[in-house]
């Protein structure tokens, strides 16, 4: 399938490896934040959400973190595996509502094995 | 379950002309958003359908149009083409007034404008 992360900053990590991917965001009125995982040829796929009332989640091999007041946002994923190249999309939805979801920048995930 | 589908796959169209691209929902699933995702960018929210009418509408012209069906599938609407509208089209799920938000997105339709 084509690509959507031509232009996109790439990290490089092997395989067993821990990845961090950073994102900023810029509204902060926002009250909830989603990592989502867009691998090629495919829609972007729900990994984790956090409350903006919370600084960590975890998930399975994945934790975010949200520091409100830098505006930033960090998904770390343990033990790297192959499958985990893609491009990683952080989204803020703000207190509005109806489930509009704003996109930030992405990061390329390669995996080196 | 065959979650969010979307036609067609592939799309190639010319200037001026008009497209509709079609999307039917996760079943169980009444609400329906329409995203552009240019190469190399992440999605861009262009509207949302909820009981047959558009809801919220992201920073898109007119040119932008959509509809939903009492079957609550959805199509988008494209006139008069412009060489940047080529992107990847993609349709998001989702039921309403959820405590969180987790949207199915299907895998899109890609439009090539000549």
């Known amino acids: 399938g084509e690509s959507v992360g031509l232009h996109l900053p790439t990290l490089s990590v092997q395989e067993g490896d821990n990845s961090i991917i950073n994102c900023a965001y810029s509204n902060s009125a926002s009250d909830y934040f989603i990592w989502y995982k867009q691998e090629s040829g495919k829609g972007p796929q729900f990994i984790i959400d956090i409350r903006s009332n919370m600084d960590k989640r975890q998930g399975q091999r994945v934790t975010v973190l949200l520091n409100k007041t830098v505006k930033h946002l960090s998904l770390q994923i343990a033990a790297t595996q192959p499958g985990d190249s893609a491009v990683y999309f952080c989204a803020e939805i703000g207190s509005g509502g109806y489930q509009k979801v704003t996109f930030g920048t992405g990061t390329k995930l390669q995996v080196i094995p | 379950d065959a979650g969010v589908t979307q036609s067609p796959t592939h799309l190639i169209k010319t200037r001026g002309q008009q497209v509709t691209l079609r999307c039917s929902p996760k079943s169980g699933h009444d609400t329906v958003s329409w995203y552009q995702q240019a190469l190399g960018q992440g999605p861009q929210f262009i509207f949302q359908?909820?009981?047959?009418?558009?809801?919220q509408r992201g920073n898109f012209p007119d040119r932008f149009s959509g509809h939903q069906f009492p079957n609550y599938s959805s199509e988008l609407n494209v006139n008069a083409l412009l060489l940047g509208d080529s992107a990847l089209y993609l349709c998001?799920?989702?039921?309403?007034?959820?405590?969180?938000?987790?949207?199915?997105f299907g895998p899109g339709t890609r439009l090539t404008v000549l």
């Open positions: 998001a799920s989702s039921r309403p007034y959820m405590t969180y938000n987790e949207q199915f």
């Open positions: 359908y909820y009981e047959e009418e558009e809801r």
